[in-house]
């Protein structure tokens, strides 16, 4: 299992301040985590080459998703990542500033310190993941299929809206799936676009005194609900 680093966030703000373009970013990457920053690259290219695009306008979600589900697979199945270890603030950090800082900067445009190493679920690495694993349906293929309608709203309000206990994992990943059956049955209608939004506000506010687990077919009847409730509204 490879063994982390870390960097915190007071080492941040000098490094950013010298990268005025992309031609000015540069990592610093040790031995070891040269086989990260290969990897990776290498999906940031694939990803380009798919969309067939050089900079990001008009294609952030496109872009956001694909790379993410790549890089999700990449980081577990290749580097040995754990939810524990992707929980680690100051590890997305290190990866976001030292391995990979060229992506992150193309992504966003500047030197944006939310994505880099500010606040906490905004860090544009560490988002993509808990998105990607918070909207697991077992696969690549079958996740693909269930996100690729969304955009960056989703993302914002899966991974924002964590709850005082953590994330429910399997409970998020319900969501999504009947989040995604919603859309097929709204097509040629009109579709509410702050469905997922008004749903996750809905569900905030339930879990606070109910548990899903404990409705009628338990937490599949409970997100049910949660979207019947809203659409029928």
């Known amino acids: 299992m490879m063994e982390w680093k870390t960097l915190r966030k007071r080492d941040c703000e000098e490094i950013l301040s010298n990268w005025t373009s992309l031609s000015d970013v540069n990592w ?5 985590f040269e086989p990260v920053r290969t990897r990776l690259t290498h999906i940031f290219n694939v990803v380009k080459e798919e969309l067939e695009i050089n900079s990001v306008k008009g294609n952030e979600y496109a872009f956001d998703f694909r790379f993410g589900i790549k890089m999700y697979a990449a980081l577990n199945d290749e580097f040995q990542l754990s939810e524990d270890q992707a929980s680690d603030n100051s590890f997305w950090i290190y990866l976001s500033m030292k391995v990979i800082p060229d992506v992150v900067y193309w992504r966003w445009g500047s030197a944006n310190n939310e994505r880099f190493f500010k606040g906490s679920r905004r860090l544009y690495l560490k988002a993509l993941w808990w998105y990607i694993h918070l909207s697991w349906q077992g696969s690549e293929e ?13 993302i914002v309000q899966l991974v924002e809206r964590s709850g005082s206990l953590g994330y429910r994992v399997e409970l998020c990943r319900i969501m999504m799936r009947q989040y995604d059956e919603q859309g ?15 749903v996750m506000k809905l569900n905030t506010a339930r879990l606070a005194v109910f548990e899903p687990a404990l409705y009628e077919g338990e937490e599949e009847g409970y997100v049910r609900e949660l979207f019947q409730e809203i659409i029928s509204h």
């Open 142 to 154: 079958e996740t693909y299929r269930v996100i690729e309608r969304n955009t960056t709203d989703e």
């Open 28 to 32: 610093d990457v040790s031995h070891e």
């Open 184 to 198: 097929d049955g709204m097509r040629g209608r009109n579709k509410d676009e702050n469905l997922f939004r008004k």
